[in-house]
Every structure is written in C-alpha cells, then in structure tokens.
C-alpha cells in the first residue's frame, strides 16, 4: 500500500517555479501535520516546510517567502509551490507526516540549473 506519492519535481531554471503534489493515505492526512523535506547529494534530509491540520505554517529561514504549503482536505493532497528557485533548491523533495514515520516515499528530484 502505497501511503505517500510525490510528484511535480522536475528540471527549472534559475528564477522559475515548480508545483510539487504529494497524495497521502486519508487516514494518515486526516489527523496528521503534513510537511515537505528535502535531501540534497551527501547532504542530511532537512525540514523545508510543514502545515498543521488547521492550516499553521512553518518554513525553513532558506525558503521563507518563496515556498508556500498548503494542503487540500477533500483530495487528501499537500502542494508545495515554489518560486524564484535557486541552485541550492536542487534536492529530491519528499512530504511526510510531521513528525515523520517510516517508510518514506521515492521522493521527486527538484533540479535547478543556473
């Protein structure tokens, strides 16, 4: 049973946007705070943003005002939209529950070239 699925990453340019879509098993959406990580090569897995069931929002100092969250109840579906991407943005995205649970989805791999 497949609990998360990412998609929308892809390969932008510098300055541009991308879409991320992460679909959650309901029963997991429904009484969890949902969040996007992101894991860049050698790097560790960070916290980029997260959304609580009522809608509070928390993002990272490196994407604050550029990233938005936001979570659709009835399609049991978090976004992530990002704009003014930058290089540093280039990581595989993965959305979770916060705190996170095992096991992770495959992620989406972000890429942005300068």
């Known amino acids: 049973q497949v609990l998360l699925a990412e998609s929308g990453g892809g390969l932008v340019q510098a300055g541009g946007s991308l879409r991320l879509s992460c679909v959650v098993n309901?029963?997991?959406?429904?009484?969890?705070?949902m969040a996007w990580f992101r894991q860049a090569p050698g790097k560790q897995r960070d916290l980029v943003a997260s959304?609580?069931?009522?809608?509070?929002?928390y993002y990272a100092d490196s994407v604050k005002g550029r990233f938005t969250i936001s979570r659709d109840n009835a399609r049991y579906t978090v976004y992530l939209q990002m704009n003014s991407l930058k290089p540093e943005d280039t990581a595989v995205y993965y959305c979770?529950?916060?705190?996170?649970?095992?096991?992770w989805g495959q992620g989406t791999q972000v890429t942005v070239s300068s």
């Open positions: 979770n529950a916060y705190p996170p649970f095992q096991p």
């Open positions: 309901g029963n997991i959406f429904s009484i969890n705070a």
């Open positions: 959304i609580t069931t009522g809608g509070s929002t």
